[in-house]
């Protein structure tokens, strides 16, 4: 087409779904050793252990992780951001702690968009190992991560379970 011609055979909204989907099919997946190397600095042995703690399906991390499928968007940019920093990390162990129980004071930005005080704002070191009880840490792995369970009425629900532990190393 005549970059001069204004016309196009496409209606607009067919375009930006053309555009979106070739933004989509651009992008840079995590390829399988990246997936293995998220894992194993994050200190966990075994993939379901990884799994586990992100929340994610076993038997896909399985299949991430030896290159039968990639993940998708979203399970891609959790397993960057859990590996980013210790903070983000720290932040996903406390999730787990409060059993994913939402709070408004946990979050930055949500506190500046409510005028609410952050609930580590007075907190000049990483403020998610400091709120948990960690210095700026690094982690020993051991046999099992930690086991949890959240009570409802008489049923006892487990959270997480995974095969590796992290333990303060002083």
Known sequence: MN???EHSWLPSSEEERIDLYVLQRSRKFLEPSHVKMIRESLGFSTKTSA??????????FTKWENGYTEPNTANDLLMRLAVFSEANFNFIKELHTKRFAFDPVDYEMICKATGQE?????????????????????????????SHSAITGSQQIPQFTGSDSYDEVA
């Open 51 to 60: 799994a586990n703690f992100l929340t994610l399906n076993s038997k896909a």
């Open 3 to 5: 970059s001069d011609c």
């Open 118 to 146: 952050w609930k580590y704002s007075s907190i000049n070191v990483n403020p998610i190992s400091a709120a948990i009880g960690f210095s700026s840490s690094l982690f020993q792995n051991n046999k099992t991560l930690y």
